[in-house]
């Protein structure tokens, strides 16, 4: 049998001599201005590039052109082999107009050592010559498929037990916890590695398992937008992840430098139970302010393909068709009651989610990376993959149960470094992560036990909401 080809196996073109880089200046706006799949330019280290000959063969499929027309410098190095370096020059047309400020212009920062960093590309080689000896494909697992069928099946017998085959109320209950647990999993174990072009050599099966988001109800056009373009770029920096953004006011307080209420002194509080409307937030509110304003935080968001808008539309029309109208005409509970076995769900969902994501980032151990205006350029002092280190934790990476629970989860610094990984090799690839984490002296955390990481995030809610603030008891 023919080894399986690795994924950077399936970069490898036909051999033919390198094109140099033009001298073309071009500045951001012209830039910006090829932003389709069928004209597809990217910033890259400075440099532009058009890739629109490349889209169609491309092996992560529309992840290519997933920030198009912006700086996709941190999304291209995380996501591809060293060799595919060379491959991109064959591609470069020129590079931004001297005396302007790109990074400010297309909504990045700049790393230091970019695209040098040692430590990463130490930790790249060791990595890609792991699965290359082991003769595998890192986006896939075969145990992935089953583990997607079975999570589906249960979401698809536990909706029918909630709303139409229940009996009593309690046990649609039981049927609608069970429901809201499993919208959480199909959104950190099938969408979070099909969204992460890390599913499936086949692009459509990969596409089609990053809409199963849209299924249960929330947008993987918004979800790659805010998580893969923008958490991941930006992890932890205060201005530029949409994960820790807050308006002013806000109910939540994550770093010293957002603004500070008297009431975020009982954040650690309230927050545990508005976490919970975090999925209904997500389906009802946050897809359509972000269409609606074009924007999340600070990523501006491209225009969506023909298909991505049938998807979008098409997702939260079905979603509210099989969801809430269907069991309300043929479900065997009121319409009050139908409303709340849905509402306990959704509820599970957020607290299910919300858990999940924030004892990776916002604990105290975690770093928040500050950037610096220098020359008119937003700066951060480290570089990229060391800061992915440093503001992530991970937790139970001993755990064969927290690693399918929680989609790898639990090993969200390998995640981060290797996002185009299927989660199940986290734990092949993490005692080369520490042990090179060691070599650079990069600290490298992780709790015990899930519930000591999710204590660990609750208390650093209550610091950080009552940093350098005194409490009035005199009114």
Excluded at 60 to 79: A, E, H, M, P, R
Excluded at 148 to 159: G, N, P, R
């Amino acid at each position: 049998m023919a080894p399986r080809l690795g994924f950077e196996d399936q970069f490898r073109v036909p051999h033919d001599d390198t094109i140099a880089c033009t001298g073309t200046i071009f500045t951001p706006e012209e830039v910006l201005s090829h932003n389709t799949p069928e004209d597809c330019w990217l910033i890259i280290h400075g440099k532009v590039y058009d890739v629109t000959s490349w889209v169609p063969r491309h092996p992560g499929g529309s992840l290519i052109y997933v920030n198009v027309g912006k700086d996709s410098t941190q999304l291209f190095d995380s996501y591809h082999p060293l060799h595919v370096r060379k491959l991109l020059e064959r591609y470069c047309i020129g590079s931004l107009k001297l005396g302007e400020n790109p990074y400010a212009d297309v909504g990045s920062v700049q790393y230091k050592n970019s695209g040098g960093e040692d430590f990463y590309l130490t930790l790249k080689s060791r990595v890609e010559n792991y699965f290359r000896m082991m003769k595998v494909n890192s986006r896939v697992h075969p145990h992935m498929f089953m583990k997607s069928i079975l999570l589906l099946a249960i979401y698809m017998m536990s909706y029918l037990f909630t709303f139409y085959w229940g009996g009593s109320l309690v046990l649609s209950i039981f049927s609608t916890v069970l429901m809201g647990f499993m919208v959480a999993e199909i959104g950190i174990c099938i969408q979070h590695d099909a969204n992460h072009g890390a599913y499936s050599n086949c692009k459509a099966l990969g596409y089609l398992m990053s809409t199963s988001l849209d299924l249960v109800g929330a947008s993987s056009f918004m979800w790659r937008q805010q998580h893969v373009v923008g958490h991941h770029s930006f992890t932890n920096v205060d201005g530029y992840d949409p994960d820790i953004r807050v308006s002013d006011p806000d109910l939540r307080r994550v770093t010293k430098n957002q603004p500070r209420r008297k009431y975020h002194y009982f954040q650690h509080w309230y927050l545990a139970w508005l976490y919970g409307l975090l999925a209904f937030k997500s389906i009802f509110v946050d897809d359509f302010v972000a269409l609606k304003s074009s924007s999340i935080g600070q990523i501006k968001l491209p225009k969506m393909t023909s298909l991505e808008s049938w998807i979008f539309w098409g997702g939260k029309l079905f979603y509210a068709l099989y969801m809430l109208v269907l069991p309300h005409c043929f479900g065997c509970y009121s319409g009050i009651q139908v409303a709340i076995l849905y509402l306990i769900s959704q509820l599970v969902a957020g607290w299910t989610l919300a858990f999940m994501f924030q004892v990776a980032h916002v604990v105290e151990k975690a770093d928040f990376p500050v950037h610096e205006k220098k020359d008119g350029i937003s700066k951060v002092s480290k570089g990229w993959a060391e800061l992915q280190v440093r503001t992530t934790n991970n937790f139970s990476t001993d755990s064969l149960f927290w690693l399918h629970v929680s989609g790898g989860l639990n090993f969200q610094i390998e995640h981060h470094l290797f996002p185009g990984l299927c989660h199940l090799y986290y734990p092949n690839i993490q005692p080369i992560v520490k042990e090179t984490c060691k070599e650079f002296n990069v600290p490298y955390n992780s709790f015990p036990t899930f519930w000591s990481a999710l204590r660990a995030h609750f208390d650093y809610l209550k610091i950080i909401g009552r940093t350098e603030f005194k409490l009035r008891l005199d009114g």
